[in-house]
């Protein structure tokens, strides 16, 4: 077991590494050098604009640019930069912003639970109608339960979330008049005003997983109940509920619980889009918003998070499923 | 019973029948068991038509898609204008049409670059073991570290928005999913007899690679490929939603959806059409993935 922690470790640094190089050379094919980025467009904007004085600017420009960058370092071979911004990272210092000159990580810190909030709220509605309908499409297999469970699955992967949130808003929101359509108020702040805007986007966000645990849920549980140890179970006289429950459920759960893990590791992924349509301030509206602000070392230093935090998630997935079951441990050979 | 009874009694009607028996082959088993599945062939018979309906767009289309008709801004459905019009007075219609056309083009192209990518990363990585696996993995799994959509926008945003960059920048962000499932498939074929034997002939690594280990790849590389093109047209709107993919004034699903959402309180009609039209095509290739699963793969049934 020690063996494959320490290798799974191991895998897990070299993709950090990767994830950061890719990270580092996108930046770099941004248009413009991070000391361009700092002097800001308005510096930019005498080479550009000014007709009359603007050799004498640009001259001005080019020189203060010159410095910045000898002070960023970007005059020296690329790959001594890459070691100082990993070790600006492994320090804490994800960089800072463009836009203010403050760092980047208590900003991107501070936008974290917000979408937090979103996420745990759109995993706990989808648990409490997944795992029901779920067993009960396995259950009864073949009948016109698991057909309606597989259709409305079906039907949730083909749903596009930034458009399901659209008719939410439209109907709930505006033709209904039930929950404020947009806008995020800190948890601390009002908890009411916060959930009820919270209900929507996490409802939008919450069907789409749902339909994902479903369909993952009942495939496992139909090969779980052709395993032996439930013929067994059922030989020796339990009840098919309590097949289901102690025995089934319990080896579908951690699967399940493998899944759930995913789907937090890749917040970002599910919550952008939506972020963006309920106006919810959080790490993926920051993303969107810095994107087009070409805060390039807000975008950087949000990427390169959610990818550590989405490795994380991954081993510590992979390594308590290696402790509760051996067979993962033994197939485990990359 | 008496029907089978009397085909049985005659001979001239059993001897075609049983010599052809062994002959069927595994293809038209496959096609056989797909046409059982119903939902599969409506599925096939909308992604043709949607297919048809992107290529002759430009014949079929009632309105140019780029007019704009003044003082019809946001005009709802009428029996001329099928879905009424745009917040800038164009007809929805014939832009759902041509939203087709971007649709498909995304879809197939992006699908079609990560494929190629991934058959090759999964093939070497799985017949090859040793280094190139352990560098190819470690870059397959790097890739979905990433939160795709972050990285999507990242690229979209750096190489600039247009049809191009989205199949391009879709196409190579996609691929982990092939390579993973062909490297492992690789893995398990080739400890299989018939690959054991073409090495112990001397058979050279192409020639297995090519004629033995690639054909016995396609059929779960097809189905991938099938349930992967929704996920891609899924993205091409969220990302002309955001506004970095497909450019206006060219028509996209995500383009309208994402004018349909400026414009929801004051004409909600905008967002309908496009948003109905992705979903239906994003089923269709769902459906007819599962149902291509199911017939060219029968053991993988019911396995997500």
Redesign the interface.
């Known amino acids: 077991m020690g063996l494959f922690i320490v290798r799974r470790l191991l895998?897990s640094v070299?993709?950090?590494i990767?994830?950061s190089i890719?990270v580092f050379v996108?930046m770099r094919?941004?248009?413009g050098d991070p000391a361009m980025l700092m002097l800001g467009a308005d510096a930019a904007g005498y080479v550009i604009g000014g007709a009359g004085e603007s050799t004498y600017q640009k001259s001005l420009y080019e020189e203060k640019l010159e410095e910045l960058r000898r002070e960023m370092g970007l005059d020296r071979p690329i790959y001594i930069q890459y070691l100082y911004w990993i070790r600006g990272i492994l320090g804490g210092n994800l960089g800072y912003s463009v836009r203010n000159e403050l760092p980047v990580l208590p900003i991107i810190l501070g936008r974290l639970p917000a979408t937090l909030e979103l996420l745990v709220l759109a995993v706990i509605m989808a648990m409490i109608v997944a795992i029901p309908a779920g067993i009960l499409a396995a259950v009864k297999h073949r009948s016109m339960i698991d057909y309606a469970v597989g259709t409305f699955s079906?039907?949730g992967?083909?749903?596009?979330v930034?458009?399901l949130g659209?008719?939410f808003?439209?109907i709930f929101g505006?033709r209904l008049g039930w929950f404020p359509v947009s806008g995020y108020i800190p948890l601390w702040e009002s908890p009411v005003e916060n959930l009820k805007r919270a209900f929507l986007p996490s409802l939008t966000l919450g069907l789409y997983l749902t339909a994902y645990f479903v369909?993952?849920l009942r495939?496992d549980l139909?090969?779980v109940l052709q395993q032996d140890y439930i013929r067994t179970a059922s030989a020796k006289g339990l009840t098919q509920s309590q097949i289901i429950l102690r025995h089934a459920l319990k080896n579908s759960v951690i699967s399940l619980l493998t899944i759930i893990g995913i789907v937090v590791g890749?917040?970002?992924?599910g919550s952008?889009?939506i972020e963006?349509?309920f106006g919810w301030s959080g790490l993926g509206w920051l993303?969107?918003q810095s994107?087009?602000q070409r805060d390039y070392p807000m975008?950087q230093g949000?990427?390169i998070l959610?990818?550590f935090g989405?490795?994380m998630v991954?081993l510590l997935v992979d390594i308590s499923y290696g402790l509760l079951n051996p067979r993962i441990r033994a197939q485990f050979s990359? | 019973m008496g029907k089978s009874l009397e085909v049985a009694t005659s001979k001239e009607q059993i001897g075609p029948v049983a010599e052809e028996l062994p002959r069927r082959s595994e293809r038209s088993r496959a096609w056989r068991r797909y046409k059982a599945n119903r939902m599969a062939v409506i599925a096939g018979a909308f992604i043709i038509l949607l297919c048809l309906m992107a290529i002759f767009a430009d014949t079929i289309v009632p309105h140019d898609p780029l007019e704009i008709y003044s003082g019809k801004r946001g005009v709802g459905p009428s029996s001329e204008h099928l879905m009424g019009f745009d917040h800038v007075g164009r007809d929805l219609f014939s832009r759902v049409i041509y939203g087709s056309r971007v649709a498909l083009i995304v879809g197939l192209g992006a699908s079609s670059i990560a494929v190629i990518i991934g058959v090759m990363v999964g093939v070497t990585a799985g017949y090859f073991s040793g280094w190139p696996?352990?560098l190819l993995?470690?870059?397959t799994?790097?890739l979905m570290?990433?939160?795709?959509?972050?990285?999507l926008?990242?690229?979209a945003?750096?190489?600039g928005p247009s049809l191009v960059t989205t199949v391009v920048v879709i196409g190579v962000t996609s691929w982990a999913i092939y390579a993973r499932v062909v490297r492992a498939q690789v893995l398990s074929l080739k400890r299989q007899e018939f690959v054991v034997a073409a090495l112990a002939i001397g058979a050279s690594d192409r020639r297995i690679i090519f004629r033995h280990i690639l054909p016995n790849v396609l059929a779960p590389v097809i189905v991938l490929v099938t349930l992967g093109v929704?996920t891609i047209i899924?993205l091409e709107?969220?990302l002309s939603?955001?506004?970095?993919g497909i450019q206006p004034p060219t028509p996209s699903w995500g383009g309208t959806?994402s004018d349909?959402?400026a414009f929801?309180?004051l004409f909600?009609h905008i967002?309908m059409a496009p948003?109905i039209m992705?979903?239906?095509t994003?089923?269709a290739f769902?459906?007819l993935g599962d149902g291509l699963r199911d017939a060219l793969d029968p053991r993988q049934k019911?396995?997500?």
């Open positions: 895998a070299v993709v950090l990767f994830v890719v996108a094919l941004a248009p079906a039907a992967f083909a749903i596009p930034f458009w659209l008719l808003i439209l505006v369909r993952f495939a139909l090969e890749g917040l970002l992924s952008v889009i963006q349509v993303l969107v994107i087009f975008v949000i990427v959610a990818a989405y490795t991954n990359m | 696996d352990s993995s470690r870059l799994d790097t570290a990433f939160p795709i959509i972050a990285l926008i990242l690229l945003s750096i190489v929704g899924i709107a969220a939603f955001l506004g970095l959806l349909g959402r929801i309180l909600p967002a948003g992705i979903v239906l994003v089923l769902n459906l019911d396995i997500t």
